[in-house]
Protein backbone atom coordinates (compact mmCIF):
# COMPACT_ATOMS: atom_id res chain seq x y z
CA UNK A 1 0.00 0.00 0.00
CA UNK A 2 1.70 3.61 -1.28
CA UNK A 3 2.00 6.06 1.95
CA UNK A 4 -0.53 8.47 0.43
CA UNK A 5 -3.01 5.85 0.37
CA UNK A 6 -2.20 4.75 3.77
CA UNK A 7 -5.45 5.16 5.88
CA UNK A 8 -6.05 7.36 8.71
CA UNK A 9 -3.18 6.66 11.80
CA UNK A 10 -4.54 6.58 15.30
CA UNK A 11 -2.51 9.89 16.06
CA UNK A 12 -4.04 12.17 12.76
CA UNK A 13 -7.02 10.90 14.42
CA UNK A 14 -6.63 11.89 17.19
CA UNK A 15 -5.72 15.48 16.50
CA UNK A 16 -9.18 15.52 14.13
CA UNK A 17 -10.74 14.38 17.19
CA UNK A 18 -9.63 17.04 19.61
CA UNK A 19 -10.87 19.66 16.62
CA UNK A 20 -14.29 18.19 16.96
CA UNK A 21 -14.61 18.29 20.05
CA UNK A 22 -13.65 21.63 20.49
CA UNK A 23 -16.39 22.85 17.83
CA UNK A 24 -19.03 20.71 19.56
CA UNK A 25 -17.98 22.21 23.49
CA UNK A 26 -17.50 25.69 21.82
CA UNK A 27 -20.60 26.21 19.62
CA UNK A 28 -23.75 23.49 20.44
CA UNK A 29 -25.76 23.31 23.46
CA UNK A 30 -28.15 21.65 22.13
CA UNK A 31 -29.17 17.07 21.03
CA UNK A 32 -30.31 18.53 18.17
CA UNK A 33 -27.26 20.45 17.19
CA UNK A 34 -25.08 18.61 18.18
CA UNK A 35 -26.87 15.37 15.85
CA UNK A 36 -26.93 18.17 12.67
CA UNK A 37 -23.14 18.79 13.63
CA UNK A 38 -22.99 14.92 13.46
CA UNK A 39 -24.95 14.32 10.37
CA UNK A 40 -22.75 16.95 8.53
CA UNK A 41 -19.51 15.31 9.38
CA UNK A 42 -20.90 11.75 8.57
CA UNK A 43 -20.53 10.39 12.13
CA UNK A 44 -23.34 8.36 13.06
CA UNK A 45 -24.83 9.49 16.80
CA UNK A 46 -24.28 7.77 20.10
CA UNK A 47 -27.00 5.27 21.27
CA UNK A 48 -26.98 6.00 24.99
CA UNK A 49 -29.75 5.36 27.47
CA UNK A 50 -29.50 9.20 28.57
CA UNK A 51 -28.42 12.67 27.55
CA UNK A 52 -25.78 12.38 29.67
CA UNK A 53 -23.52 9.42 28.44
CA UNK A 54 -24.63 10.70 25.16
CA UNK A 55 -22.16 14.21 25.91
CA UNK A 56 -19.64 12.72 27.68
CA UNK A 57 -19.24 10.45 24.11
CA UNK A 58 -18.33 13.40 21.91
CA UNK A 59 -15.98 15.10 24.36
CA UNK A 60 -14.08 11.95 24.39
CA UNK A 61 -11.56 11.97 21.96
CA UNK A 62 -11.16 8.17 22.34
CA UNK A 63 -14.73 8.03 21.05
CA UNK A 64 -13.96 10.36 18.19
CA UNK A 65 -10.96 8.56 17.08
CA UNK A 66 -12.87 4.93 16.59
CA UNK A 67 -15.44 6.70 14.91
CA UNK A 68 -13.11 8.73 12.77
CA UNK A 69 -10.90 5.33 11.55
CA UNK A 70 -14.30 3.68 10.93
CA UNK A 71 -15.39 6.07 8.96
CA UNK A 72 -11.96 6.90 6.97
CA UNK A 73 -11.70 3.12 5.98
CA UNK A 74 -14.98 3.31 4.87
CA UNK A 75 -14.63 6.21 2.75
CA UNK A 76 -11.69 4.53 1.01
CA UNK A 77 -13.26 1.61 0.43
CA UNK A 78 -16.69 3.01 -0.72
CA UNK A 79 -14.59 5.17 -3.31
CA UNK A 80 -13.01 2.26 -4.66
CA UNK A 81 -16.21 0.13 -5.09
CA UNK A 82 -17.33 3.58 -7.31
CA UNK A 83 -13.87 3.13 -9.42
CA UNK A 84 -14.62 0.16 -10.40
CA UNK A 85 -11.77 -1.49 -9.13
CA UNK A 86 -13.95 -4.08 -6.26
CA UNK A 87 -15.01 -6.65 -9.20
CA UNK A 88 -14.33 -10.53 -10.10
CA UNK A 89 -11.66 -10.63 -11.81
CA UNK A 90 -10.25 -7.09 -10.61
CA UNK A 91 -10.11 -7.01 -6.68
CA UNK A 92 -12.93 -9.22 -5.18
CA UNK A 93 -15.71 -8.56 -2.61
CA UNK A 94 -13.08 -5.75 -1.31
CA UNK A 95 -10.32 -3.51 -2.36
CA UNK A 96 -6.57 -4.57 -1.75
CA UNK A 97 -5.84 -1.79 0.19
CA UNK A 98 -9.04 -2.38 2.72
CA UNK A 99 -7.73 -6.63 2.60
CA UNK A 100 -4.14 -5.51 3.88
CA UNK A 101 -5.56 -2.74 6.11
CA UNK A 102 -7.34 -5.35 8.22
CA UNK A 103 -4.67 -8.01 7.96
CA UNK A 104 -2.27 -5.34 9.42
CA UNK A 105 -4.70 -4.34 12.19
CA UNK A 106 -5.18 -8.03 12.99
CA UNK A 107 -1.34 -9.02 13.35
CA UNK A 108 -1.26 -5.53 15.62
CA UNK A 109 -3.63 -7.69 17.55
CA UNK A 110 -2.05 -10.87 17.46
CA UNK A 111 0.97 -9.19 18.76
CA UNK A 112 -0.26 -7.89 21.58
CA UNK A 113 -2.07 -10.46 22.64
CA UNK A 114 0.93 -12.71 22.63
CA UNK A 115 2.32 -10.06 25.10
CA UNK A 116 -0.47 -10.39 27.61
CA UNK A 117 -2.23 -13.26 29.86
CA UNK A 118 -5.15 -13.75 32.11
CA UNK A 119 -4.47 -13.71 35.76
CA UNK A 120 -7.74 -14.52 38.49
CA UNK A 121 -8.54 -13.57 41.81
CA UNK A 122 -7.98 -17.05 42.53
CA UNK A 123 -4.47 -17.33 41.03
CA UNK A 124 -4.85 -18.82 38.40
CA UNK A 125 -2.64 -17.66 34.90
CA UNK A 126 -3.77 -18.30 31.18
CA UNK A 127 -1.92 -17.18 28.03
CA UNK A 128 -4.17 -14.43 26.21
CA UNK A 129 -3.37 -16.90 22.89
CA UNK A 130 -4.47 -19.70 24.14
CA UNK A 131 -7.70 -18.16 25.35
CA UNK A 132 -8.15 -16.86 22.23
CA UNK A 133 -7.71 -20.57 20.25
CA UNK A 134 -10.35 -22.34 22.58
CA UNK A 135 -12.94 -19.38 21.98
CA UNK A 136 -15.11 -19.16 18.98
CA UNK A 137 -12.23 -16.46 17.85
CA UNK A 138 -11.02 -19.88 16.58
CA UNK A 139 -13.03 -20.58 13.26
CA UNK A 140 -13.22 -24.35 14.33
CA UNK A 141 -14.90 -23.48 16.86
CA UNK A 142 -16.94 -20.99 15.23
CA UNK A 143 -18.10 -23.41 12.71
CA UNK A 144 -18.59 -26.29 14.99
CA UNK A 145 -21.19 -24.06 17.11
CA UNK A 146 -23.17 -22.83 14.18
CA UNK A 147 -23.33 -26.20 12.53
CA UNK A 148 -24.38 -28.17 16.31
CA UNK A 149 -27.18 -24.85 16.21
CA UNK A 150 -28.45 -25.43 12.24
CA UNK A 151 -28.47 -29.27 12.47
CA UNK A 152 -30.75 -28.64 15.78
CA UNK A 153 -33.44 -26.93 14.16
CA UNK A 154 -33.39 -29.21 11.40
CA UNK A 155 -33.67 -32.19 13.95
CA UNK A 156 -36.47 -29.60 15.74
CA UNK A 157 -38.64 -29.23 13.03
CA UNK A 158 -38.62 -32.85 11.54
CA UNK A 159 -39.84 -34.00 15.09
CA UNK A 160 -42.53 -31.30 14.75
CA UNK A 161 -43.18 -32.32 11.26
CA UNK A 162 -41.86 -28.42 9.95
CA UNK A 163 -40.58 -28.39 6.98
CA UNK A 164 -37.70 -26.29 5.52
CA UNK A 165 -37.95 -23.23 2.97
CA UNK A 166 -34.38 -21.47 1.31
CA UNK A 167 -34.79 -18.04 0.37
CA UNK A 168 -32.61 -15.46 -1.30
CA UNK A 169 -33.00 -11.85 -1.13
CA UNK A 170 -30.89 -9.71 -3.30
CA UNK A 171 -30.93 -5.73 -3.25
CA UNK A 172 -32.47 -3.39 -5.57
CA UNK A 173 -30.23 -2.41 -9.64
CA UNK A 174 -29.15 0.76 -7.42
CA UNK A 175 -27.43 -0.71 -4.82
CA UNK A 176 -24.89 -2.45 -7.31
CA UNK A 177 -21.76 -1.05 -8.64
CA UNK A 178 -22.07 -3.71 -11.82
CA UNK A 179 -25.26 -5.24 -13.83
CA UNK A 180 -25.40 -8.70 -13.32
CA UNK A 181 -21.99 -11.25 -12.65
CA UNK A 182 -20.71 -9.09 -16.01
CA UNK A 183 -18.56 -6.27 -15.70
CA UNK A 184 -20.81 -4.38 -17.03
CA UNK A 185 -21.00 -0.80 -15.24
CA UNK A 186 -24.86 -0.29 -14.36
CA UNK A 187 -26.45 2.56 -15.04
CA UNK A 188 -28.84 2.93 -12.50
CA UNK A 189 -26.30 2.84 -9.56
CA UNK A 190 -26.91 5.29 -7.12
CA UNK A 191 -23.18 5.51 -5.03
CA UNK A 192 -24.66 3.28 -2.75
CA UNK A 193 -22.33 1.84 -0.09
CA UNK A 194 -22.47 -2.27 0.96
CA UNK A 195 -23.39 -0.85 4.94
CA UNK A 196 -26.79 1.20 2.83
CA UNK A 197 -27.21 -2.42 1.07
CA UNK A 198 -26.82 -4.15 4.04
CA UNK A 199 -29.27 -1.67 5.88
CA UNK A 200 -31.96 -1.45 3.21
CA UNK A 201 -32.13 -5.72 3.88
CA UNK A 202 -32.31 -5.08 7.77
CA UNK A 203 -35.38 -2.71 7.14
CA UNK A 204 -37.06 -5.13 4.78
CA UNK A 205 -36.41 -8.08 7.00
CA UNK A 206 -37.85 -5.84 10.03
CA UNK A 207 -41.20 -5.43 8.74
CA UNK A 208 -41.25 -9.15 7.55
CA UNK A 209 -40.91 -10.10 10.78
CA UNK A 210 -43.60 -7.52 12.06
CA UNK A 211 -46.16 -9.10 8.96
CA UNK A 212 -45.01 -12.95 10.29
CA UNK A 213 -45.92 -11.59 13.85
CA UNK A 214 -49.43 -10.39 12.87
CA UNK A 215 -50.26 -13.61 11.56
CA UNK A 216 -48.55 -15.11 14.72
CA UNK A 217 -46.32 -17.33 12.48
CA UNK A 218 -42.99 -17.38 13.95
CA UNK A 219 -40.70 -19.46 11.31
CA UNK A 220 -37.10 -20.11 13.02
CA UNK A 221 -33.34 -20.79 11.19
CA UNK A 222 -30.21 -19.20 9.99
CA UNK A 223 -29.66 -16.04 7.75
CA UNK A 224 -26.13 -15.70 6.31
CA UNK A 225 -25.18 -12.23 4.85
CA UNK A 226 -22.28 -12.28 1.74
CA UNK A 227 -21.42 -10.01 -0.52
CA UNK A 228 -21.43 -10.06 -4.45
CA UNK A 229 -18.40 -9.40 -6.45
CA UNK A 230 -18.68 -5.69 -6.27
CA UNK A 231 -19.22 -5.52 -2.70
CA UNK A 232 -22.84 -5.42 -2.45
CA UNK A 233 -24.61 -7.57 0.28
CA UNK A 234 -27.43 -10.22 -0.04
CA UNK A 235 -29.20 -13.03 1.93
CA UNK A 236 -29.68 -16.57 2.21
CA UNK A 237 -32.09 -17.48 4.33
CA UNK A 238 -32.68 -21.28 6.11
CA UNK A 239 -36.59 -21.28 7.56
CA UNK A 240 -38.34 -23.80 9.42
CA UNK A 241 -41.94 -23.43 9.82
CA UNK A 242 -45.47 -25.29 10.02
CA UNK A 243 -46.66 -26.71 6.50
CA UNK A 244 -49.57 -24.86 6.56
CA UNK A 245 -47.76 -21.72 7.18
CA UNK A 246 -45.32 -21.67 3.91
CA UNK A 247 -47.82 -19.77 1.87
CA UNK A 248 -48.08 -16.83 3.93
CA UNK A 249 -44.70 -16.74 4.70
CA UNK A 250 -42.96 -17.08 0.91
CA UNK A 251 -45.53 -14.75 -0.09
CA UNK A 252 -44.43 -12.26 2.79
CA UNK A 253 -40.63 -11.96 1.59
CA UNK A 254 -41.57 -12.22 -1.56
CA UNK A 255 -43.52 -9.14 -1.31
CA UNK A 256 -41.02 -6.96 0.67
CA UNK A 257 -38.14 -8.16 -1.15
CA UNK A 258 -39.57 -6.27 -4.31
CA UNK A 259 -41.52 -3.70 -2.86
CA UNK A 260 -38.73 -1.00 -3.99
CA UNK A 261 -37.98 -0.94 -7.58
CA UNK A 262 -39.74 -4.37 -7.78
CA UNK A 263 -41.04 -3.79 -11.62
CA UNK A 264 -37.07 -2.76 -12.47
CA UNK A 265 -36.06 -4.86 -15.35
CA UNK A 266 -34.78 -8.78 -13.93
CA UNK A 267 -36.42 -7.95 -10.27
CA UNK A 268 -38.59 -10.95 -10.89
CA UNK A 269 -36.10 -13.39 -11.65
CA UNK A 270 -33.52 -11.99 -9.26
CA UNK A 271 -34.48 -10.32 -6.76
CA UNK A 272 -36.13 -12.96 -4.95
CA UNK A 273 -36.26 -16.81 -5.28
CA UNK A 274 -37.58 -19.51 -2.69
CA UNK A 275 -36.89 -23.44 -3.01
CA UNK A 276 -38.75 -26.23 -0.44
CA UNK A 277 -36.34 -28.35 0.74
CA UNK A 278 -37.23 -32.07 0.04
CA UNK A 279 -36.09 -34.59 2.18
CA UNK A 280 -36.06 -37.56 -0.02
CA UNK A 281 -34.95 -37.30 -3.66
CA UNK A 282 -34.98 -40.30 -5.68
CA UNK A 283 -32.20 -41.51 -8.07
CA UNK A 284 -30.75 -44.05 -10.29
CA UNK A 285 -29.72 -45.98 -6.98
CA UNK A 286 -32.73 -45.63 -4.77
CA UNK A 287 -33.76 -42.58 -2.68
CA UNK A 288 -31.42 -40.60 -1.34
CA UNK A 289 -32.15 -38.48 2.27
CA UNK A 290 -31.27 -34.54 1.83
CA UNK A 291 -30.56 -32.39 4.68
CA UNK A 292 -31.84 -29.07 5.18
CA UNK A 293 -28.74 -27.97 6.90
CA UNK A 294 -27.06 -28.86 3.95
CA UNK A 295 -28.52 -26.02 2.22
CA UNK A 296 -26.62 -23.56 4.09
CA UNK A 297 -23.30 -25.30 5.30
CA UNK A 298 -21.68 -24.37 2.46
CA UNK A 299 -22.28 -20.90 2.95
CA UNK A 300 -21.31 -21.11 6.62
CA UNK A 301 -17.62 -23.37 5.39
CA UNK A 302 -17.03 -20.74 2.55
CA UNK A 303 -17.59 -17.38 4.96
CA UNK A 304 -15.41 -18.55 7.17
CA UNK A 305 -12.67 -19.49 5.64
CA UNK A 306 -13.06 -23.71 4.64
CA UNK A 307 -12.09 -24.88 1.19
CA UNK A 308 -15.13 -25.83 -0.40
CA UNK A 309 -14.28 -25.64 -4.01
CA UNK A 310 -14.30 -22.43 -6.48
CA UNK A 311 -15.56 -19.50 -5.46
CA UNK A 312 -19.34 -19.10 -7.24
CA UNK A 313 -18.79 -15.27 -7.83
CA UNK A 314 -15.36 -16.07 -9.05
CA UNK A 315 -14.04 -19.23 -10.25
CA UNK A 316 -10.29 -17.89 -10.65
CA UNK A 317 -10.49 -17.96 -6.75
CA UNK A 318 -11.28 -21.37 -4.12
CA UNK A 319 -13.43 -20.08 -0.86
CA UNK A 320 -10.58 -20.72 1.22
CA UNK A 321 -8.30 -17.96 -0.41
CA UNK A 322 -11.32 -15.76 -0.83
CA UNK A 323 -12.94 -15.70 2.41
CA UNK A 324 -10.05 -13.48 3.75
CA UNK A 325 -11.52 -10.90 1.14
CA UNK A 326 -15.10 -11.49 3.05
CA UNK A 327 -14.08 -10.86 5.97
CA UNK A 328 -12.34 -7.67 5.51
CA UNK A 329 -15.47 -6.87 3.82
CA UNK A 330 -17.86 -7.91 6.75
CA UNK A 331 -15.25 -6.38 9.20
CA UNK A 332 -14.53 -2.65 7.23
CA UNK A 333 -19.00 -2.60 6.80
CA UNK A 334 -19.93 -3.91 9.71
CA UNK A 335 -21.81 -6.85 8.50
CA UNK A 336 -22.63 -9.54 10.44
CA UNK A 337 -22.26 -12.75 8.21
CA UNK A 338 -24.36 -15.13 10.44
CA UNK A 339 -28.13 -14.82 12.19
CA UNK A 340 -30.00 -16.78 14.02
CA UNK A 341 -33.60 -15.91 13.35
CA UNK A 342 -36.08 -17.21 16.30
CA UNK A 343 -34.94 -20.23 18.81
CA UNK A 344 -33.36 -19.59 22.69
CA UNK A 345 -30.98 -17.79 23.18
CA UNK A 346 -27.27 -18.85 22.65
CA UNK A 347 -26.11 -16.71 25.53
CA UNK A 348 -28.08 -19.14 27.72
CA UNK A 349 -26.81 -21.90 25.86
CA UNK A 350 -23.08 -20.59 26.20
CA UNK A 351 -23.57 -19.82 30.16
CA UNK A 352 -25.15 -23.32 30.46
CA UNK A 353 -21.58 -25.40 28.96
CA UNK A 354 -19.95 -23.53 31.95
CA UNK A 355 -21.96 -25.82 34.21
CA UNK A 356 -20.49 -28.63 32.94
CA UNK A 357 -18.92 -30.32 36.33
CA UNK A 358 -21.39 -28.93 38.52
CA UNK A 359 -24.35 -30.94 40.34
CA UNK A 360 -27.11 -28.63 40.04
CA UNK A 361 -30.67 -29.60 41.80
CA UNK A 362 -32.82 -27.46 39.44
CA UNK A 363 -34.94 -29.73 37.36
CA UNK A 364 -35.45 -27.58 34.48
CA UNK A 365 -31.55 -26.05 34.45
CA UNK A 366 -30.05 -29.49 34.56
CA UNK A 367 -31.90 -30.81 31.76
CA UNK A 368 -30.81 -27.58 29.86
CA UNK A 369 -27.51 -27.71 31.06
CA UNK A 370 -27.51 -31.29 29.89
CA UNK A 371 -28.58 -30.91 26.51
CA UNK A 372 -25.96 -28.08 25.93
CA UNK A 373 -23.02 -30.31 26.96
CA UNK A 374 -24.03 -33.21 24.62
CA UNK A 375 -24.75 -30.42 21.71
CA UNK A 376 -28.47 -31.17 21.64
CA UNK A 377 -29.82 -27.83 20.49
CA UNK A 378 -32.96 -29.13 19.73
CA UNK A 379 -33.17 -30.56 22.88
CA UNK A 380 -32.18 -27.62 24.70
CA UNK A 381 -35.00 -25.83 22.72
CA UNK A 382 -37.63 -28.40 23.71
CA UNK A 383 -36.56 -27.37 28.01
CA UNK A 384 -36.41 -23.60 26.41
CA UNK A 385 -40.09 -23.77 26.34
CA UNK A 386 -40.31 -24.32 22.38
CA UNK A 387 -39.73 -22.05 19.34
CA UNK A 388 -42.75 -19.97 20.11
CA UNK A 389 -41.91 -18.61 23.67
CA UNK A 390 -40.81 -15.20 23.76
CA UNK A 391 -37.07 -14.78 25.39
CA UNK A 392 -38.44 -12.79 28.44
CA UNK A 393 -41.17 -15.36 28.72
CA UNK A 394 -38.48 -18.05 29.39
CA UNK A 395 -38.05 -20.13 32.68
CA UNK A 396 -34.53 -19.92 32.27
CA UNK A 397 -32.64 -16.39 31.88
CA UNK A 398 -28.90 -14.82 32.14
CA UNK A 399 -28.04 -13.22 35.66
CA UNK A 400 -27.10 -9.97 35.63
CA UNK A 401 -25.28 -8.11 37.72
CA UNK A 402 -23.53 -4.59 38.30
CA UNK A 403 -19.69 -4.50 39.36
CA UNK A 404 -18.96 -3.12 42.65
CA UNK A 405 -16.19 -1.44 43.88
CA UNK A 406 -14.76 -3.58 46.78
CA UNK A 407 -13.39 -0.58 48.62
CA UNK A 408 -16.57 2.27 48.49
CA UNK A 409 -19.53 -0.78 47.87
CA UNK A 410 -20.56 1.65 45.33
CA UNK A 411 -21.75 0.64 41.84
CA UNK A 412 -18.61 0.98 39.15
CA UNK A 413 -19.43 3.10 36.43
CA UNK A 414 -18.00 3.49 32.99
CA UNK A 415 -15.91 6.40 31.62
CA UNK A 416 -19.20 7.59 30.17
CA UNK A 417 -20.96 7.29 33.44
CA UNK A 418 -23.08 4.49 32.80
CA UNK A 419 -24.08 1.40 34.72
CA UNK A 420 -22.52 -1.80 32.59
CA UNK A 421 -24.15 -5.25 33.62
CA UNK A 422 -22.52 -8.28 33.16
CA UNK A 423 -23.74 -11.68 32.60
CA UNK A 424 -22.64 -13.86 35.84
CA UNK A 425 -24.97 -16.67 35.73
CA UNK A 426 -28.47 -18.59 35.22
CA UNK A 427 -31.63 -17.71 37.01
CA UNK A 428 -34.75 -19.41 36.99
CA UNK A 429 -37.68 -18.31 39.19
CA UNK A 430 -35.72 -18.32 42.92
CA UNK A 431 -33.18 -20.08 41.85
CA UNK A 432 -29.83 -18.43 40.69
CA UNK A 433 -26.72 -20.45 39.95
CA UNK A 434 -23.64 -18.25 39.34
CA UNK A 435 -21.42 -19.47 36.30
CA UNK A 436 -18.60 -17.30 36.14
CA UNK A 437 -16.90 -17.92 39.97
CA UNK A 438 -13.72 -15.97 39.15
CA UNK A 439 -12.54 -12.70 38.41
CA UNK A 440 -10.36 -12.27 35.58
CA UNK A 441 -7.50 -9.42 34.88
CA UNK A 442 -5.60 -8.94 31.65
CA UNK A 443 -2.09 -7.97 32.39
CA UNK A 444 1.25 -7.56 30.42
CA UNK A 445 3.34 -10.57 30.24
CA UNK A 446 7.15 -10.24 32.49
CA UNK A 447 9.02 -9.44 29.67
CA UNK A 448 11.42 -12.54 30.09
CA UNK A 449 8.17 -14.56 28.99
CA UNK A 450 7.34 -12.80 25.68
CA UNK A 451 10.35 -14.40 23.59
CA UNK A 452 9.16 -18.01 24.11
CA UNK A 453 5.14 -17.21 24.06
CA UNK A 454 5.78 -15.81 20.72
CA UNK A 455 7.28 -19.20 20.16
CA UNK A 456 4.67 -21.50 21.36
CA UNK A 457 1.29 -19.07 19.71
CA UNK A 458 2.29 -21.00 16.56
CA UNK A 459 -0.83 -22.56 17.17
CA UNK A 460 -3.12 -19.79 16.15
CA UNK A 461 -4.93 -19.27 12.82
CA UNK A 462 -2.92 -17.26 10.82
CA UNK A 463 -4.50 -13.81 10.76
CA UNK A 464 -5.99 -13.98 7.28
CA UNK A 465 -7.69 -16.88 9.32
CA UNK A 466 -8.57 -15.79 12.57
CA UNK A 467 -10.37 -12.30 11.38
CA UNK A 468 -13.52 -14.20 11.72
CA UNK A 469 -12.94 -13.10 15.27
CA UNK A 470 -13.80 -9.17 14.13
CA UNK A 471 -17.12 -10.00 12.98
CA UNK A 472 -18.25 -12.35 15.72
CA UNK A 473 -17.09 -10.23 18.58
CA UNK A 474 -19.02 -6.84 16.86
Same mark, same amino acid.
Given at each position: M @??????? @???? !? +???????????? @???DSKILVKTYLDSVGIDPPKCSNDESFFLRLVCVDWWARKL????? +??? &????IFSGKVAKGRELYC??????????????? $???MAQKMCISDCGDELDMLDV %?? /? @????? &??????LMVRMSGFEQYADDLGDIGMFYTITCPSKYHRFAGSDLIPNKNYNGATPKQAQQYLTKIWSQIRAELDRHHIKPYGFRVAEPHHDGTPHWHILLFMNPADEAV???????? !? $???? =???? =????HRFTAKRIVKEIITQDGIKKVSATGYIAKYIAKNIGFDIGMDSEDDSQNTESSANRVRAWSSTWGIR?????? =? !?SVIVWRELRRLKDKDIEHD??? /? !????????????? $??? %?? =???????? +? &???????AAFDPETGEVRLNRYQEIVLKVVGIAAAATEIITHTKVWTIVQKPTSVHSASAVEGGGLPPPSTALAALEFYK
Open positions: @SLKNRPL @SKKR !A +RKQAQFHIQQIE @SCFITKDI +RDR &EAAASNDTVDYIRERWDDT $LAG %MK /S @SLANP &ENRRAEVTATLNKY !A $LKED =GQEK =GAAVQFQQIG =G !AVIR /S !ARDCCINNDWAGF $LVV %MG =GNDVKRIE +R &ELQLLKQ
